[in-house]
Protein backbone atom coordinates (compact mmCIF):
# COMPACT_ATOMS: atom_id res chain seq x y z
CA UNK A 1 0.00 0.00 0.00
CA UNK A 2 1.43 3.47 -0.62
CA UNK A 3 1.16 6.52 0.91
CA UNK A 4 -1.58 7.76 -0.94
CA UNK A 5 -3.44 4.74 0.03
CA UNK A 6 -3.23 4.97 3.28
CA UNK A 7 -3.80 8.66 3.20
CA UNK A 8 -6.80 8.29 1.01
CA UNK A 9 -8.04 5.48 3.21
CA UNK A 10 -7.70 7.54 6.54
CA UNK A 11 -9.42 10.86 5.15
CA UNK A 12 -12.44 9.25 3.67
CA UNK A 13 -13.09 7.32 6.65
CA UNK A 14 -12.67 10.55 8.45
CA UNK A 15 -14.90 12.73 6.44
CA UNK A 16 -17.65 10.34 4.85
CA UNK A 17 -17.96 11.90 1.71
CA UNK A 18 -16.55 14.37 -0.14
CA UNK A 19 -18.92 16.59 -0.78
CA UNK A 20 -22.61 17.73 1.12
CA UNK A 21 -25.91 19.77 0.18
CA UNK A 22 -25.45 23.49 1.06
CA UNK A 23 -27.39 26.68 1.60
CA UNK A 24 -27.67 29.00 -1.38
CA UNK A 25 -30.40 31.38 0.49
CA UNK A 26 -30.64 33.26 3.87
CA UNK A 27 -32.76 31.94 6.60
CA UNK A 28 -33.00 34.29 9.71
CA UNK A 29 -35.78 33.23 11.12
CA UNK A 30 -38.27 30.08 10.57
CA UNK A 31 -40.55 32.75 9.19
CA UNK A 32 -38.51 32.27 6.03
CA UNK A 33 -39.87 28.64 5.28
CA UNK A 34 -43.05 30.29 3.70
CA UNK A 35 -41.02 31.89 1.75
CA UNK A 36 -38.80 28.96 0.62
CA UNK A 37 -41.51 26.68 0.87
CA UNK A 38 -45.31 26.56 1.38
CA UNK A 39 -47.23 28.60 0.96
CA UNK A 40 -45.10 30.42 -0.98
CA UNK A 41 -43.05 27.77 -3.18
CA UNK A 42 -46.39 27.51 -5.44
CA UNK A 43 -45.73 30.37 -6.76
CA UNK A 44 -42.66 29.48 -8.64
CA UNK A 45 -44.18 26.02 -9.67
CA UNK A 46 -47.21 27.60 -11.27
CA UNK A 47 -44.88 29.58 -13.74
CA UNK A 48 -43.00 26.97 -14.20
CA UNK A 49 -45.70 24.75 -15.29
CA UNK A 50 -46.80 27.71 -17.73
CA UNK A 51 -43.65 28.33 -19.28
CA UNK A 52 -41.19 24.99 -18.32
CA UNK A 53 -37.85 26.95 -19.26
CA UNK A 54 -38.42 29.08 -16.58
CA UNK A 55 -37.56 26.29 -14.04
CA UNK A 56 -34.38 27.83 -15.08
CA UNK A 57 -34.90 31.07 -13.25
CA UNK A 58 -36.21 29.35 -10.27
CA UNK A 59 -34.60 26.50 -9.38
CA UNK A 60 -31.08 25.63 -9.51
CA UNK A 61 -31.34 23.36 -12.59
CA UNK A 62 -29.32 25.55 -14.90
CA UNK A 63 -26.08 25.10 -12.44
CA UNK A 64 -26.66 21.37 -11.73
CA UNK A 65 -25.23 18.31 -13.45
CA UNK A 66 -25.71 14.56 -12.53
CA UNK A 67 -22.91 12.54 -12.72
CA UNK A 68 -23.99 8.87 -13.70
CA UNK A 69 -22.20 5.55 -13.60
CA UNK A 70 -23.00 1.80 -13.38
CA UNK A 71 -19.31 1.21 -11.85
CA UNK A 72 -18.42 -1.04 -15.23
CA UNK A 73 -14.91 0.51 -15.95
CA UNK A 74 -13.95 2.10 -12.87
CA UNK A 75 -10.46 4.32 -13.21
CA UNK A 76 -7.65 1.36 -13.89
CA UNK A 77 -9.61 -1.12 -11.50
CA UNK A 78 -12.48 -2.30 -13.61
CA UNK A 79 -15.72 -3.73 -12.85
CA UNK A 80 -15.88 -2.86 -9.45
CA UNK A 81 -19.79 -1.93 -9.31
CA UNK A 82 -21.87 1.13 -8.37
CA UNK A 83 -20.95 1.26 -4.80
CA UNK A 84 -17.09 1.06 -4.95
CA UNK A 85 -17.50 3.94 -8.05
CA UNK A 86 -18.81 5.89 -5.32
CA UNK A 87 -15.60 7.61 -3.97
CA UNK A 88 -14.70 8.50 -7.59
CA UNK A 89 -18.04 9.67 -8.49
CA UNK A 90 -17.85 12.21 -5.08
CA UNK A 91 -14.59 13.09 -6.22
CA UNK A 92 -15.48 14.37 -9.68
CA UNK A 93 -18.15 16.08 -8.00
CA UNK A 94 -15.89 17.67 -5.59
CA UNK A 95 -13.54 19.11 -9.08
CA UNK A 96 -16.61 20.09 -10.78
CA UNK A 97 -17.49 22.30 -7.87
CA UNK A 98 -13.76 23.67 -6.86
CA UNK A 99 -12.77 24.01 -10.74
CA UNK A 100 -16.19 25.12 -11.91
CA UNK A 101 -18.79 26.15 -9.37
CA UNK A 102 -20.85 23.40 -10.47
CA UNK A 103 -23.21 21.31 -8.50
CA UNK A 104 -22.63 17.76 -9.14
CA UNK A 105 -24.83 14.65 -7.84
CA UNK A 106 -22.97 11.43 -8.22
CA UNK A 107 -25.63 8.90 -9.43
CA UNK A 108 -24.64 5.28 -9.26
CA UNK A 109 -26.98 2.85 -10.27
CA UNK A 110 -27.31 0.09 -9.71
CA UNK A 111 -27.95 -1.51 -13.26
CA UNK A 112 -25.16 -2.57 -16.19
CA UNK A 113 -28.18 -2.78 -18.39
CA UNK A 114 -27.49 -0.51 -21.69
CA UNK A 115 -31.46 0.51 -22.15
CA UNK A 116 -32.31 0.61 -18.18
CA UNK A 117 -29.08 3.16 -17.74
CA UNK A 118 -30.46 5.07 -20.41
CA UNK A 119 -34.30 5.09 -18.57
CA UNK A 120 -32.91 5.97 -15.35
CA UNK A 121 -30.69 8.70 -16.80
CA UNK A 122 -34.37 10.12 -18.57
CA UNK A 123 -36.10 9.97 -15.77
CA UNK A 124 -34.30 12.30 -13.55
CA UNK A 125 -33.18 14.53 -16.33
CA UNK A 126 -35.42 16.92 -15.58
CA UNK A 127 -33.85 17.79 -12.51
CA UNK A 128 -30.26 18.85 -14.07
CA UNK A 129 -28.80 21.48 -17.02
CA UNK A 130 -26.54 18.51 -17.91
CA UNK A 131 -26.07 14.72 -17.24
CA UNK A 132 -21.70 14.02 -17.22
CA UNK A 133 -21.52 9.52 -17.83
CA UNK A 134 -18.48 8.22 -16.10
CA UNK A 135 -16.91 4.98 -15.94
CA UNK A 136 -19.26 2.95 -18.43
CA UNK A 137 -17.50 0.29 -20.12
CA UNK A 138 -17.40 0.38 -24.25
CA UNK A 139 -19.12 -0.64 -26.11
CA UNK A 140 -22.02 0.02 -24.35
CA UNK A 141 -21.40 3.42 -23.81
CA UNK A 142 -21.25 4.52 -26.92
CA UNK A 143 -25.15 3.23 -27.47
CA UNK A 144 -25.71 5.24 -23.66
CA UNK A 145 -24.19 8.15 -24.81
CA UNK A 146 -25.52 8.78 -28.49
CA UNK A 147 -29.12 7.67 -27.32
CA UNK A 148 -29.10 10.15 -24.83
CA UNK A 149 -27.21 12.76 -26.98
CA UNK A 150 -29.88 12.40 -28.68
CA UNK A 151 -33.06 12.70 -26.98
CA UNK A 152 -32.52 14.44 -24.19
CA UNK A 153 -32.55 18.48 -24.52
CA UNK A 154 -29.46 18.88 -22.36
CA UNK A 155 -25.87 18.51 -22.50
CA UNK A 156 -25.00 14.75 -22.16
CA UNK A 157 -20.84 14.41 -22.27
CA UNK A 158 -18.95 11.17 -21.65
CA UNK A 159 -16.04 12.35 -19.99
CA UNK A 160 -13.95 9.30 -20.64
CA UNK A 161 -14.98 9.66 -24.31
CA UNK A 162 -14.80 13.54 -25.31
CA UNK A 163 -13.18 14.97 -21.81
CA UNK A 164 -9.52 13.00 -23.16
CA UNK A 165 -10.49 13.87 -26.23
CA UNK A 166 -10.85 17.42 -25.79
CA UNK A 167 -7.32 17.96 -23.88
CA UNK A 168 -5.20 15.54 -25.50
CA UNK A 169 -6.16 17.53 -28.35
CA UNK A 170 -4.74 20.56 -27.20
CA UNK A 171 -1.42 18.60 -25.56
CA UNK A 172 -0.94 17.63 -28.72
CA UNK A 173 -1.23 20.69 -30.62
CA UNK A 174 1.11 22.30 -28.78
CA UNK A 175 3.36 19.43 -28.69
CA UNK A 176 3.39 19.77 -32.53
CA UNK A 177 4.23 23.84 -32.00
CA UNK A 178 7.43 22.25 -30.41
CA UNK A 179 8.68 20.45 -32.48
CA UNK A 180 8.05 22.44 -35.66
CA UNK A 181 5.39 20.04 -37.40
CA UNK A 182 1.83 21.00 -38.18
CA UNK A 183 -1.14 19.45 -37.97
CA UNK A 184 -2.14 19.14 -41.51
CA UNK A 185 0.91 16.79 -41.93
CA UNK A 186 1.45 14.70 -39.01
CA UNK A 187 1.23 10.86 -39.49
CA UNK A 188 -0.93 9.84 -35.93
CA UNK A 189 -1.11 6.78 -34.61
CA UNK A 190 -3.78 5.64 -31.94
CA UNK A 191 -3.05 2.47 -29.84
CA UNK A 192 -6.42 1.75 -28.75
CA UNK A 193 -9.90 1.90 -30.40
CA UNK A 194 -12.27 1.75 -27.01
CA UNK A 195 -13.91 5.14 -25.57
CA UNK A 196 -11.36 7.49 -25.47
CA UNK A 197 -9.14 6.31 -28.53
CA UNK A 198 -12.48 6.79 -30.67
CA UNK A 199 -13.49 9.69 -29.37
CA UNK A 200 -10.09 11.18 -30.13
CA UNK A 201 -9.74 10.16 -33.40
CA UNK A 202 -13.43 11.55 -33.73
CA UNK A 203 -12.26 15.14 -33.16
CA UNK A 204 -8.95 15.00 -35.03
CA UNK A 205 -11.58 14.54 -37.89
CA UNK A 206 -12.94 17.46 -37.32
CA UNK A 207 -9.26 19.40 -37.59
CA UNK A 208 -6.79 19.96 -40.20
CA UNK A 209 -5.15 16.24 -39.65
CA UNK A 210 -5.54 14.03 -42.93
CA UNK A 211 -7.30 11.10 -41.27
CA UNK A 212 -6.30 8.62 -44.30
CA UNK A 213 -3.08 8.95 -42.42
CA UNK A 214 -4.22 7.92 -39.65
CA UNK A 215 -3.83 4.33 -38.04
CA UNK A 216 -5.76 3.02 -35.48
CA UNK A 217 -5.31 -0.21 -33.26
CA UNK A 218 -6.80 -2.17 -31.46
CA UNK A 219 -5.49 -5.58 -29.84
CA UNK A 220 -5.86 -7.48 -32.66
CA UNK A 221 -4.16 -5.18 -34.80
CA UNK A 222 -4.58 -1.91 -37.27
CA UNK A 223 -7.90 -0.99 -38.51
CA UNK A 224 -8.62 -1.31 -41.95
CA UNK A 225 -11.55 -1.40 -44.27
CA UNK A 226 -10.43 -5.51 -45.14
CA UNK A 227 -10.81 -6.39 -41.58
CA UNK A 228 -13.84 -8.80 -40.57
CA UNK A 229 -12.81 -9.70 -36.89
CA UNK A 230 -13.88 -6.09 -34.96
CA UNK A 231 -17.00 -4.83 -33.75
CA UNK A 232 -19.38 -2.63 -35.71
CA UNK A 233 -19.10 0.43 -34.00
CA UNK A 234 -15.31 0.31 -35.08
CA UNK A 235 -16.34 0.42 -38.78
CA UNK A 236 -16.57 4.15 -39.45
CA UNK A 237 -12.76 4.50 -38.17
CA UNK A 238 -11.59 1.82 -40.62
CA UNK A 239 -13.02 3.34 -42.92
CA UNK A 240 -11.75 6.63 -42.25
CA UNK A 241 -8.63 6.36 -41.56
CA UNK A 242 -5.66 3.75 -42.92
CA UNK A 243 -5.84 5.11 -46.30
CA UNK A 244 -3.27 2.62 -47.55
CA UNK A 245 -5.30 -0.04 -45.43
CA UNK A 246 -1.52 -0.85 -43.52
CA UNK A 247 -2.00 -4.20 -41.62
CA UNK A 248 0.16 -5.49 -39.09
CA UNK A 249 0.48 -4.89 -35.11
CA UNK A 250 1.25 -1.80 -33.00
CA UNK A 251 5.24 -1.72 -33.95
CA UNK A 252 4.14 -1.66 -37.66
CA UNK A 253 1.34 0.89 -36.79
CA UNK A 254 3.90 3.27 -35.22
CA UNK A 255 6.12 2.97 -38.18
CA UNK A 256 6.73 6.70 -39.56
CA UNK A 257 4.22 7.61 -37.21
CA UNK A 258 4.85 11.67 -36.13
CA UNK A 259 2.46 11.18 -32.66
CA UNK A 260 1.65 8.21 -31.10
CA UNK A 261 -1.31 8.51 -28.74
CA UNK A 262 -1.97 5.80 -26.49
CA UNK A 263 -5.10 5.40 -25.11
CA UNK A 264 -5.32 1.46 -24.74
CA UNK A 265 -4.66 -0.06 -21.58
CA UNK A 266 -2.46 -0.37 -18.28
CA UNK A 267 1.21 -0.88 -19.11
CA UNK A 268 4.06 -0.92 -19.07
CA UNK A 269 5.00 -2.82 -21.97
CA UNK A 270 2.29 -2.01 -24.39
CA UNK A 271 4.31 -0.09 -26.45
CA UNK A 272 7.95 -0.46 -26.00
CA UNK A 273 11.06 1.60 -26.50
CA UNK A 274 12.03 -0.33 -29.86
CA UNK A 275 8.50 0.34 -31.02
CA UNK A 276 9.30 4.12 -30.72
CA UNK A 277 12.73 4.03 -32.40
CA UNK A 278 10.42 3.34 -35.96
CA UNK A 279 8.76 6.13 -35.77
CA UNK A 280 9.62 9.70 -37.35
CA UNK A 281 11.94 12.06 -35.98
CA UNK A 282 11.27 14.05 -33.22
CA UNK A 283 8.03 12.38 -32.06
CA UNK A 284 5.79 12.85 -29.95
CA UNK A 285 3.98 10.20 -27.59
CA UNK A 286 1.09 10.23 -25.36
CA UNK A 287 1.00 7.26 -23.13
CA UNK A 288 -2.49 7.72 -21.29
CA UNK A 289 -3.35 5.00 -19.95
CA UNK A 290 -3.95 4.49 -15.87
CA UNK A 291 -2.30 4.34 -13.14
CA UNK A 292 0.49 2.87 -15.05
CA UNK A 293 1.20 4.43 -18.44
CA UNK A 294 1.52 1.71 -21.84
CA UNK A 295 5.44 3.51 -21.47
CA UNK A 296 6.71 4.42 -19.00
CA UNK A 297 8.54 8.05 -19.88
CA UNK A 298 11.94 6.87 -19.50
CA UNK A 299 11.53 4.12 -22.36
CA UNK A 300 9.95 6.43 -24.58
CA UNK A 301 12.60 8.88 -24.38
CA UNK A 302 15.71 5.86 -24.88
CA UNK A 303 13.38 4.97 -27.80
CA UNK A 304 13.92 8.60 -29.23
CA UNK A 305 11.17 10.63 -28.50
CA UNK A 306 10.94 14.20 -27.97
CA UNK A 307 7.88 15.07 -25.81
CA UNK A 308 6.05 12.64 -23.75
CA UNK A 309 3.14 13.22 -21.91
CA UNK A 310 1.49 10.84 -19.49
CA UNK A 311 -2.00 11.03 -17.30
CA UNK A 312 0.05 11.06 -14.23
CA UNK A 313 0.75 13.67 -12.41
CA UNK A 314 4.07 13.04 -11.05
CA UNK A 315 5.74 13.35 -14.60
CA UNK A 316 5.93 16.53 -16.80
CA UNK A 317 2.90 17.12 -19.28
CA UNK A 318 -0.05 15.17 -17.77
CA UNK A 319 -3.29 15.30 -19.51
CA UNK A 320 -5.81 15.61 -16.86
CA UNK A 321 -9.52 15.71 -17.88
CA UNK A 322 -10.09 18.24 -14.72
CA UNK A 323 -9.01 20.68 -17.58
CA UNK A 324 -11.94 20.06 -19.41
CA UNK A 325 -14.72 19.10 -17.91
CA UNK A 326 -15.57 21.88 -15.33
CA UNK A 327 -14.98 24.53 -17.32
CA UNK A 328 -16.83 22.75 -20.71
CA UNK A 329 -20.04 22.16 -17.86
CA UNK A 330 -19.77 25.74 -16.59
CA UNK A 331 -20.08 27.54 -20.56
CA UNK A 332 -22.99 25.03 -21.06
CA UNK A 333 -24.67 25.70 -18.23
CA UNK A 334 -24.26 29.53 -18.68
CA UNK A 335 -26.02 29.39 -21.92
CA UNK A 336 -28.53 26.95 -21.28
CA UNK A 337 -26.81 24.73 -23.78
CA UNK A 338 -28.96 22.06 -25.25
CA UNK A 339 -26.43 19.82 -26.02
CA UNK A 340 -22.64 19.79 -26.50
CA UNK A 341 -21.23 20.32 -30.59
CA UNK A 342 -17.75 19.85 -31.77
CA UNK A 343 -17.47 23.20 -32.43
CA UNK A 344 -17.74 23.82 -28.39
CA UNK A 345 -15.16 20.63 -27.88
CA UNK A 346 -12.76 22.56 -30.39
CA UNK A 347 -12.99 25.63 -28.71
CA UNK A 348 -12.64 23.91 -25.38
CA UNK A 349 -8.66 22.52 -26.73
CA UNK A 350 -7.72 25.56 -27.86
CA UNK A 351 -8.29 27.45 -24.82
CA UNK A 352 -6.59 25.52 -22.76
CA UNK A 353 -3.94 25.28 -25.78
CA UNK A 354 -3.23 28.66 -25.94
CA UNK A 355 -3.19 29.22 -21.85
CA UNK A 356 -0.27 26.98 -22.02
CA UNK A 357 1.30 28.73 -25.06
CA UNK A 358 1.27 32.19 -23.51
CA UNK A 359 3.21 30.81 -20.95
CA UNK A 360 6.28 29.74 -23.30
CA UNK A 361 6.07 26.12 -24.76
CA UNK A 362 8.90 23.69 -23.93
CA UNK A 363 9.33 19.63 -24.00
CA UNK A 364 8.09 19.28 -20.25
CA UNK A 365 5.27 21.99 -20.69
CA UNK A 366 2.89 21.41 -23.60
CA UNK A 367 -0.28 21.76 -21.30
CA UNK A 368 -1.52 23.81 -18.27
CA UNK A 369 -1.20 21.99 -14.94
CA UNK A 370 -4.15 21.60 -12.72
CA UNK A 371 -3.64 24.32 -10.76
CA UNK A 372 -3.13 27.47 -13.61
CA UNK A 373 -6.88 28.98 -12.24
CA UNK A 374 -6.76 31.52 -15.04
CA UNK A 375 -7.39 28.71 -17.74
CA UNK A 376 -11.24 27.54 -16.40
CA UNK A 377 -12.60 31.25 -16.77
CA UNK A 378 -11.32 31.47 -20.13
CA UNK A 379 -12.34 28.15 -21.43
CA UNK A 380 -15.82 28.45 -20.15
CA UNK A 381 -16.04 31.64 -21.83
CA UNK A 382 -14.74 29.96 -25.37
CA UNK A 383 -17.18 27.08 -24.59
CA UNK A 384 -20.35 29.57 -24.86
CA UNK A 385 -19.35 31.07 -27.66
CA UNK A 386 -18.77 28.40 -29.74
CA UNK A 387 -22.11 26.95 -27.90
CA UNK A 388 -24.09 30.31 -28.99
CA UNK A 389 -22.67 30.79 -32.52
CA UNK A 390 -23.33 27.08 -33.27
CA UNK A 391 -27.13 27.49 -32.06
CA UNK A 392 -27.45 25.28 -29.34
CA UNK A 393 -27.49 28.00 -26.98
CA UNK A 394 -31.31 29.25 -25.51
CA UNK A 395 -29.91 32.01 -24.04
CA UNK A 396 -27.01 34.93 -25.60
CA UNK A 397 -24.76 36.05 -22.60
CA UNK A 398 -22.00 38.50 -23.10
CA UNK A 399 -18.75 36.66 -23.22
CA UNK A 400 -16.58 38.93 -21.31
CA UNK A 401 -18.72 39.42 -18.80
CA UNK A 402 -19.01 35.83 -18.42
CA UNK A 403 -15.61 35.07 -17.83
CA UNK A 404 -15.31 37.72 -15.48
CA UNK A 405 -18.53 36.39 -13.31
CA UNK A 406 -16.57 33.00 -13.67
CA UNK A 407 -13.48 34.64 -12.20
CA UNK A 408 -15.37 35.79 -9.09
CA UNK A 409 -17.35 32.21 -8.65
CA UNK A 410 -14.08 30.48 -8.87
CA UNK A 411 -12.87 33.06 -5.97
CA UNK A 412 -15.87 32.60 -3.74
CA UNK A 413 -15.14 28.98 -4.08
CA UNK A 414 -12.05 29.14 -3.19
CA UNK A 415 -13.13 31.69 -0.11
CA UNK A 416 -15.97 29.50 0.78
CA UNK A 417 -13.36 26.73 1.35
CA UNK A 418 -10.82 29.20 3.56
CA UNK A 419 -14.03 30.77 5.86
CA UNK A 420 -15.44 27.14 6.28
CA UNK A 421 -11.59 25.69 7.45
CA UNK A 422 -11.08 29.09 9.59
CA UNK A 423 -14.37 28.39 11.75
CA UNK A 424 -14.14 24.91 12.32
CA UNK A 425 -17.04 24.32 9.55
CA UNK A 426 -14.99 21.51 7.74
CA UNK A 427 -12.98 19.66 10.56
CA UNK A 428 -9.38 18.92 10.18
CA UNK A 429 -8.17 16.15 10.26
CA UNK A 430 -6.96 14.37 13.96
CA UNK A 431 -3.37 15.22 14.77
Sequence with gaps: MSSYDAKALERHRYYRGKTSTGFKVPIASYHDFAIWYTPGVAAPCVEIAKEETRVFEYTNKGNSIAVVTDGSRVLGLGNIGPPAALPVMEGKALLFKYLGDVDATPICLDTQDPDEIVTAVKWIAPTYGGINLEDIASPKCFQIYET????LDIPVFHDDQQGTAVVALAGMMNALKVVGKSLGDVAITIVGAGAAGRAFAQLLMATAVDAGKMKIVDRKGILHVGREDFRPWKLDLAQTTNRDAVEGDTAKAL?????????????????TSTMIEGMAENAIVFALANPVPEITPEEARKGGARIIATGRSDYPNQVNNSLGFPAIFRGMLDVRAKAINVEMMLAAARSIAACAEEKGLRPNYIIPSMDEEGLYPREAAAVAEAAMASGVARIKVDIEELRITTEERLRNTGRSMEVALREGLIAALPS
Excluded at 148 to 151: D, F, R, T
Excluded at 255 to 271: K, N, Q, T, Y
Design 148 to 151: LAKE
Design 255 to 271: EGADVAVCLSRPGPGVV
